[in-house]
């Protein structure tokens, strides 16, 4: 699987295919939301960059997991937020303009972050084989994430129009990859997949759980209101497992790494519904009998 052109090539091409129509859906003003809500930024992407690595390192310690295993949860906790985010911000009555503010902002830290944390965990886990991020796929990880979305961002100051227009079918199409990838993930390691789950599943699990609630709890601990405390959960919970799943298969070339990231993409979508569920009825429960606390 790792050496088929389709990973290899498609992939990269499928995953810019998706930079680009995120690039489609950003403006300039939506960075300028840092000056709106510093705060709620700042907040939200401490949790993101910093605490996420570290609760991932401590789980992987705790299951004690084979190092590729190990080095795939790092690479996740070090993914970016994904853009259904903002569906599942705006379902649950969040705040969305600043997830659009920190899901541009991720997206650009990603080319940093990805490289620093995914080397760190392969130093540190010892892992086998040639998956050292050098300055050559670095290089590609910024080409696969960084210039699609600014080519995207350029067009639709250029065509508002044809940004609207496009921003459905790359939302399908991108649905489409990230199941297409993470099923194939998974088949392609059939052999080991039982073993793999078992490993990992619970990791995945937990840190699903963890990072919804860190995402809400640190947010309203910090006195961010009910509306960014929901979008923060979101933005945090809610990693972009495509990114994830390419550096992976054809920028790592290990399907092993890759697993964590195509379970946790199946677990996400799952609990962030019911977590975002169960903050506003709690929430609205609040409202209704006073005597209950809303924090």
């Not at 290899?8 to 680009?20: N, Q, R, S």
């Not at 930024?41 to 789980?59: R, S, T």
């Not at 992987?60 to 993914?79: I, K, Q, R, Y």
């Not at 599942?88 to 944390?117: M, W």
Request: glycine share 10%.
């Amino acid at each position: 699987m790792n050496d088929s052109a389709l990973i290899v090539t498609g992939l990269p091409i499928a995953l810019g295919i998706i930079m680009f129509g995120l690039g489609l859906s950003l403006t300039i003003d939506d960075f300028k939301g840092v000056a709106r809500t510093p705060k709620a930024v700042v907040v939200a992407l401490a949790i993101q960059v910093l605490v996420l690595p570290l609760v991932a390192f401590g789980l992987v310690e705790g299951f004690d997991l084979d190092p590729l295993l190990a080095v795939g949860v790092m690479l996740l906790a070090a993914s970016p937020g994904g853009t259904t985010a903002n569906l599942l911000s705006h379902l649950f009555r969040g705040d969305v303009a600043l997830n659009i503010t920190l899901t541009a902002i991720n997206s650009v830290l990603a080319a940093i972050t990805i490289p620093v944390v995914t080397n760190l965990a392969i130093g540190y886990f010892d892992a086998q084989g040639e998956l050292g991020l050098q300055f050559g796929k670095v290089v590609q990880v910024i080409a696969i994430v960084l210039i699609p979305v600014g080519i995207g961002m350029w067009i639709r100051r250029r065509s508002a129009g044809f940004a609207a227009r496009a921003d459905r079918p790359v939302r399908i199409f991108s649905i489409a990859v990230l199941v297409l990838v993470s099923a194939g993930a998974l088949l392609g390691e059939r052999e080991n997949l039982a073993d793999y789950i078992q490993k990992v599943g619970l990791v995945t699990a937990v840190f699903c759980l963890a990072s919804l609630t860190l995402g809400y709890g640190g947010a309203r601990l910090l006195r961010l209101d009910e509306r960014q405390a929901i979008a923060s959960s979101m933005e945090v919970g809610i990693h972009n497992t495509t990114v994830a799943l390419t550096i992976a298969l054809s920028v790592m070339g290990s399907t092993e790494v890759a697993i964590p990231s195509a379970v946790y993409s199946v677990f996400m979508y799952v609990f962030a519904t019911a977590f975002g569920y169960a903050i506003t009825r709690r929430h609205e429960q609040a409202g209704a009998n006073p005597s209950l606390p809303i924090s």
